[in-house]
Structure formats: C-alpha cells, structure tokens
C-alpha cells in the first residue's frame, strides 16, 4: 500500500508565496527508485505536470510555465517533497496534487498516467 498526503495549500495574495508538502507512506515497498511529482488541476480543464524529483539523485524537472517560480525539493528523512511556489499568480490557482511514478529508469517522465499513486489534492487560490 501506497498513501501520499499533501499539505500547504491556502488563500495567498498575488506575489505572495506558499510551501506545499507530500509525504508518502509504504507498507512492504521501498520507494528508492520513485519519482515524486506535483500536478495541478482546474476546473473544467486536464490535470497537467508542475515539477518532480527522484528520491534517489535528487534529479528535477520543470514544466515550461514555473519559469523558475517553483523549486521541487525532497526531505528523505521524513519521506516528503516540498514545492515551494513564489511570485504566485492567479492563474497558479489549483488543485495541486502530488504523485508518484514507482518506475524510474532514468529520466522523469511528464505523462500523469505513469504517475500511478496519487495524493487527495490540496487547493491553492491565489487572489489579484
């Protein structure tokens, strides 16, 4: 069994900033060999790649739009990975939700349904 649980999300002013966070919990898995990743979700519309990172190399990538707003991060020792999101515009309102892909082999992938464990979401809402 699988379980991520994010947190962090919140009401923040345009400019403003906010820390979301993910931990994940395993029973009888390692998750060494994971990447952690960080959708976003709005209504109406596909849930789309934010960031991610590999447990193992720290190894990150980036969608075109954070445009260096957003650092993915990882804390092993609690088993989490953060998203820090500063400079936050309207437009970042979203579900966000974290997940992870069990098989890397190399090179983080973008595509949510290699993404096979998945947070509930928590709602970042970013007013003008």
């Known amino acids: 069994q699988v379980q991520l649980v994010e947190s962090g999300g919140g009401l923040v002013q345009a400019g403003g900033s906010l820390r979301l966070s993910c931990t994940i919990t395993?029973?009888?898995?390692?998750?060494?060999?994971?990447?952690m990743g960080w959708f976003r979700q709005a209504p109406g519309k596909e849930r789309e790649f934010v960031a991610a990172i590999s447990w193992s190399a720290g190894l990150k990538y980036y969608a075109d739009f954070v445009k260096g707003r957003l650092t993915i991060s990882r804390d092993n020792r609690n088993n989490t990975i953060y998203l820090e999101m500063n400079s936050l515009k309207p437009e970042d309102t979203d579900v966000y939700y974290c997940?992870?892909?069990?098989?890397?082999?190399?090179?983080?992938?973008?595509?949510?349904?290699?993404?096979?464990?998945w947070g509930q979401g928590t709602q970042v809402t970013v007013s003008s």
């Open positions: 997940a992870a892909d069990p098989s890397f082999s190399g090179s983080i992938t973008t595509r949510r349904n290699e993404y096979i464990y």
């Open positions: 395993t029973s009888g898995r390692t998750f060494s060999r994971y990447v």
